[in-house]
């Protein structure tokens, strides 16, 4: 019924910079909170920033000042845009909403599949 879709990941050089974006399609009445998760091997997965349905946005304090958090409401999207990239950075990155469902009016977390985002020389 709902799908989230990402795309920008790939290999880039400590320093550097990715665009990260995900657009939600399907049966949607509305999507609140929409954020991105990151995963590296061997560990849990974490927060890497959020943005309420108001645009407010929330960062993990790893990541403050190096990247910013956007939506747009009109096209169901949520961008990520990381500068300054360290390998610390290299992880698989999903994208996650809270979206009530047209039909059902039911609200449900719903994810990506992942992009893989590697820093490295």
């Known amino acids: 019924q709902v799908q989230l879709v990402e795309s920008g990941g790939g290999l880039v050089q400590p320093g550097g910079s990715l665009r990260l974006s995900c657009a939600a399609s399907g049966r949607i009445f509305s999507i609140n909170a929409m954020g991105w998760y990151r995963q590296a091997p061997g560990k849990q997965r974490e927060l890497v920033a959020a943005i309420t349905s108001g645009g407010i946005p929330n960062y993990a304090d790893s990541v403050k000042g190096r990247v910013t958090i956007s939506r747009d409401n009109a096209k169901n999207t949520v961008s990520l845009q990381m500068n300054s990239l360290n390998p610390e950075d290299t992880a698989v990155y999903y994208c996650?909403?809270?979206?009530?469902?047209?039909?059902?009016?039911?609200?449900?977390?719903?994810w990506g599949r992942g992009t893989q985002v590697t820093v490295s020389s």
């Open positions: 996650n909403a809270a979206i009530v469902v047209d039909d059902t009016r039911i609200r449900n977390d719903y």
